[in-house]
């Protein structure tokens, strides 16, 4: 028979992890900010380039993007 300790710790890792994942997918999904999980390049959250006077100009974005 497993220790009666052991089983109580696992059962609350268990439990845990579950509500972790849980609140993961339903919380985050929600606010639709994928960036925080996977921070690739693909999925990161996506804003509005700024307006204003420090807007990048069409050149800098392309030299920007080459270098990344």
Not at 15 to 22: F, G, Q, V
Not at 30 to 39: A, D, E, N
């Amino acid at each position: 028979m497993a220790n009666p300790l052991f089983t109580l710790a696992f059962d609350l890792f268990v439990i845990t992890s579950a509500a972790i994942l849980l609140y993961a997918v339903l919380v985050e999904h929600r606010r639709g900010q994928r960036g925080v999980v996977m921070s690739g390049r693909r999925f990161r959250a996506r804003r509005p380039a700024p307006a204003g006077p420090n807007a990048m100009t069409s050149a800098e974005r392309a030299r920007r993007k080459l270098a990344a």
